[in-house]
Structure formats: structure tokens, C-alpha cells
């Protein structure tokens, strides 16, 4: 965390209030009733031999106040965020302990948020009823139609997990509980962007986020230069183009048909970073160290993909949760996000969106040879690249107090007047020499496309 002086353990509040904090929270472990084929988590139970794997009462007090108090005043809602393995394999009373704590610990005038992340196949009644009652947000992961999701995301036994979990997807509906779609993207649905998002736009879905899967094989690949970027990984993973065209696809598609309808969350956080904003994806954060993880009994990691023993910062019986956040050792974490980009990076024209992303991806080497470079660099570089004269357009109407949608309107009557005079745009959002979307009525390039990005 920047700005803080050596020795003052916990910061000031407006320097927690500028970096923010989330803790991911394990009330049960990596125990789950699935056995996705690419799922970081379920062997995590070799770190705990013989646990019990639930959340004891005096953890889940302590862990409650303390990450109340870890908050800073002038923070607005503190947000609580449940995951697993399966939290829905405790008993729903376990949230109702929750919705208590939180209660009995949250000061006067400040509210608190729960959002659950779960592969909705216990979702009946009882549970949406409970979520729909407290205000919970629900995370459900389902990686598009049955032939796509049903690739990897199967039951310990083998068997497809599609029409249990769609059935989860309308309980939440019926409930009227608010609730994103969770999209793992790897090799084998990475070529489906455009079909899996009208799918589950069709379905109803409004919230929409994805998640590209990435799985090193391990540090020996990471050492050689010039080595091809899907050698580096196990063939599961998505590939860098193939989720630069993913993303890019459903873009364009989003952008002449959904703005202010559908929400794609890496949509709104490029929307926020061309507003010089900071993202709330710490992937996208120039630093880390803000978003940290808690077990079962109260032991706190760095972070949710860092649960390991050497990023293990202490349990919070002993030592304060905010004391751990800010400890010296975990703001070194922090900025070694940072410290380490190489130079190819810092001089990239998309790092302010970018920021080298998750330091667990850095496996590449640059073109110059200097280790640390993001596998998925490509991707990004043909992502943002794609989308900088929409979102330059977009930024403007915010600036100006009107609604981002209103660069859909623009480009969908510019599409129209350009297909009645014979020249099909090819459904692609601006190009350089294409009218700007932020109906100027000049071209984008001597427009909003002459001014930098970010
Ligand atoms: S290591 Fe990756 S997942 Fe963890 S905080 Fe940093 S960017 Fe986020
Ligand atoms: S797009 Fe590539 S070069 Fe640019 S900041 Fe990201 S990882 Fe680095």
C-alpha cells in the first residue's frame, strides 16, 4: 500500500479507503459437491489434513467484527464475499449467523452487502428465499450451453451438471434474486464468445462475467525463451487470441445491441479506467495486495490464488485481520505487481488498462527477452486496442452527465446509413477512419481518437 509510513502497521483510514479492502471468505474449505476438471481450489485440502472444513462460531465472530472494523469509516457499504469449494453445502442457518453478526457489529449509519459464489446445483427455495430476504448478490457459474459447460464442470462421479445448475439459474430468477453468470473461458468453449452470450442474454440474464482460465505447468516452462505460449500451459487453458477474439466478439455485438441492458463486468471496468478511474478487478489494479483470503479456522492468505503456505499471513485469533492486510509482508506482495513489470509493459499504450494483469500469469518472456510478460498479453493488446474508440465515445457522455448507451444509438444509425449506401461495416464498433462515436460527425481519427487513452 503506498503512502505508508514504516512501522504504522494499520495506515490511515483515507490510505485504506484509497486501496480498499476484500477478504474472500472459506467457510468450508475447497470442500464441493462438483469436480470441475480445472478447479484451483479442491486441492487445497492437502493444506489442512483432518479438518472438520466449516467455519467454527468463534471464527465466524471474530472474523465478522474484524472485518468491520478493518473497514474504514468514510468506506461506503462493506461487502462481504462467501466462497468455497461449495458454500452452499452448509446448512443455510449459517447465513442467517452471518446476517446476525453483521448486524450486531455494524455501526450506526453504515450498511453491509453478502455475495455468495456458488455452482447453484442446492439452490432450491429455502436457500433463494434467504438470499432474496437479506439482499445476498449470487455469483453462478455456468460455462454456456450444455454442450460447452458440460465439458468440464461435472459431479464427483463424472456425470454433466448442466440441468442441475440451470435449475438453480431459475430458482434465482423466480426468487427475483439479483445474481451475475460466471463464464470460465478455456480452450474448448473460447471460440463460442458471440453464441454463449446471446444464450444467456436470451435466458434473461442481465450480469455477466468472464473468467479466462489460465493453468501453468509449472516453473521449468516458465524459464525458456522464446517458448510458444500454449507449451507453457496445460491444453485446457484458453488461449491468448482465441480470448482476445472472445472478448472482442461479444463486444461488438454488446455494443450495437445491450449497452445499459446487459452488464459485462470487463466492459464496466474498461469503462471506468477510461475514466481514469480505479477498477474494482484487482487484476486490473496496478498494485495487489487489497484482496486477500480467509479458511475455514481463520488463517489469512495474500490472496485467493496465493492459498500456500509461504502466503500465509497469520490467523486472525492472533493478530487483528487488519493488522495482517497491512502488514509489511503483504504490502510487499502488493507492490511487487508493480515493481516487476517489465519494460515492455511500461511502455505498452494499454498498460493503464492493463497493469501486466495477475501476477500468477506472467509466464511469458517479452519479445525482448526480459521474463514476466502476462500470457495473456495478447489477448489484452487486441481488446483494448478494439474497444478504445467506443470507450474514448463512452467516456465523453459520462463526462458530460448522458448515458454511455447513447453511443449504441450513434453507431447502430451509423451502421444503418452506411448499409443504405452500400457499404456493410461488418457488425465491427469504430475504426479509424469510420464516423466518430461520439457523433461529432468527423472521423475518429481526428476526433476523439487523437486524444491519448486513460
Ligand atoms: S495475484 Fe492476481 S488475483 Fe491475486 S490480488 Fe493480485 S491480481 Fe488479484
Ligand atoms: S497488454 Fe501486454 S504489454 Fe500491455 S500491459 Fe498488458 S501484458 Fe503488458
Known sequence: MSGVAPGNESGTCSERLAAGLHVMAKPIGPICNLDCAYCYYLDKERLYPGATWRMGPATLDAFVRQYIEAQCEAAGEIVFAWQGGEPTLLD???????????????????????????????LDDRWCELFKRHGFLIGISLDGPADLHDRHRVDKQGRPTFA??????????????EYNVLVVVHRHNGDHGRRIYRFFRQAGVRHLQFIPLVEPLGNSARASVGAQPADLVHERSVLPEQYGEFLTGIFDEWVYHDVGRVFVQI?????AMWLGREPSLCVFRRRCGRALAIEHNGDVYSCDHFVEPDYRLGNIHQLPLVELADSPRQRQFGEAKETSLPGYCRQC????????????????????????????????????R???????AMASEVRAGRPPADVMHRLRAARQAAESAGQPSGGRAAQRNAPCPCGSGRKFKHCCGQASGG
Open 349 to 384: 499504450d494499454v498498460r493503464f488498462a492493463c497493469q501486466g494483469e495477475c501476477p500468477k500469469n506472467r509466464i511469458l518472456h517479452t519479445p525482448d527477452g526480459e521474463p514476466g510478460l502476462n500470457y495473456l498479453c495478447a489477448a489484452y493488446q487486441r481488446f483494448f
Open 386 to 392: 478494439h474497444i478504445d474508440p467506443v470507450m474514448r
Open 92 to 122: 443455510p442457518r449459517f447465513f442467517e449467523e452471518v446476517v446476525a453478526l453483521q448486524q450486531r457489529y455494524l455501526p450506526p449509519g453504515r450498511r453491509c452487502a453478502n455475495t455468495l459464489q456458488t455452482n447453484g446445483l442446492r
Open 164 to 177: 442441475a445448475a440451470w435449475r438453480g439459474l431459475e430458482a434465482l430468477q423466480r426468487h427475483q434474486v
Open 267 to 271: 466492459f464496466d471496468e474498461a469503462l
